[in-house]
């Protein structure tokens, strides 16, 4: 389980969060939503070890995150799948999997069979180029090689963004039997709101940099949390 408790993080002078609580729990999505620019995107970041933060604590399983970096967030269990998707555009696609070793053990360094049934466009396409991809293609690369590092948590940053609806209905389906399995926590930031409502175990909606919402979907109303997240 990942628990965030209190988190506050500023960009320089700029606060951008304000006192975040957020649990994930495995075998659940957690949906943080609201709209651009409230700092859903900089919360991801805290908890990869990507920004620092000024106060509060990250804690995984029991063992607190401190201010830990990309490389130590990962080796704890953490994986996370930016906005934008960040894949190496002139490396193949089974080398950009392989670039998620980079955190594991030498025995442990193998694409898993899994992650061709997970997404198998990725070994029809396996030796051509991130950057001869569709949009969709990459996006589920990227989901694919945080897979790789075998994670605890799994933080996915607007993975609809500028994908065409066969992709998105496909990644979707991704996450729901990654859920089902019960092995990871997802934490899903999203803006299409059909999309993560109908995913989503668990809503935190953040407005102005704070927590303005945190139930769990039988909890929640659904006009009162869409109109939370696009007000």
Request: glycine share 10%.
């Amino acid at each position: 389980m990942l628990e965030v408790r209190g988190l506050t993080l500023k960009y320089g002078q700029s606060q951008i969060l304000y006192d975040v609580d957020l649990t994930a729990e495995a075998g659940r999505v957690t949906a943080v939503m609201g709209t651009n620019g409230v700092g859903k995107t900089s919360l991801l970041k805290a908890i990869s070890g990507r920004h620092p933060y000024d106060r509060g604590t990250i804690t995984l399983n029991g063992r607190e995150l401190v201010h830990a970096s990309a490389h130590a967030a990962a080796k704890a269990g953490v994986a996370y799948v930016p906005q934008g998707r960040e894949i190496f555009p002139l490396l193949s696609v089974t080398e950009n999997l392989e670039s998620g070793f980079a955190c594991l053990g030498r025995a442990e360094r193998g694409v898993p069979e899994r992650i061709y049934e997970l997404f198998p466009v990725l070994k029809e396409m396996a030796g051509r180029r991130g950057g001869d991809l569709s949009g969709g293609q990459q996006q589920q690369l990227a989901i694919a090689r945080a897979l790789i590092t075998r994670p605890k948590v799994l933080l996915l940053d607007e993975p609809t963004e500028g994908i065409q609806p066969n992709i998105i209905k496909q990644i979707g389906h991704v996450i729901a039997q990654l859920r089902d399995e019960g092995e990871m926590a997802v934490v899903l930031v999203e803006q299409f709101f059909d999309f993560a409502y109908e995913l989503a175990d668990h809503f935190v909606a953040i407005r102005r940099g704070a927590v303005e919402m945190n139930e769990p979907r039988a909890e929640v109303d659904r006009e009162r949390l869409l109109a939370c997240v696009t007000i």
